[in-house]
């Protein structure tokens, strides 16, 4: 996955927000800083940018892409 592409949750996990799309985006230094202290990311999670306004890491097995960042353009 790379940074801006369109993504959902995987249908094993659509029961959890199916109508929910966000786009992997660049996670801040703060969001780096809380996730080295709290341990909340997993070696290669993404941050993903939702669009209810949430920002959370993700686990890229979790998702599935709809759209790739050059067709979002």
Do not use: C, F, R, W
């Given at each position: 996955m790379n940074?801006?592409?369109r993504?959902?949750?995987a249908e094993e996990n659509d029961?959890?927000?199916p109508d929910?799309?966000?786009t992997v985006a660049e996670?801040?230094?703060e969001e780096l800083a809380?996730?080295?202290v709290l341990f909340r990311r997993a070696e290669g999670d993404?941050?993903?940018d939702w669009d209810d306004g949430e920002r959370y890491w993700?686990?890229?097995e979790s998702l599935v892409i709809v759209a790739l960042a050059e067709e979002t353009r």
């Open positions: 940074i801006g592409d993504v959902k949750y029961a959890l927000e929910l799309y966000g996670p801040t230094k809380e996730s080295d993404v941050m993903v993700e686990s890229p």
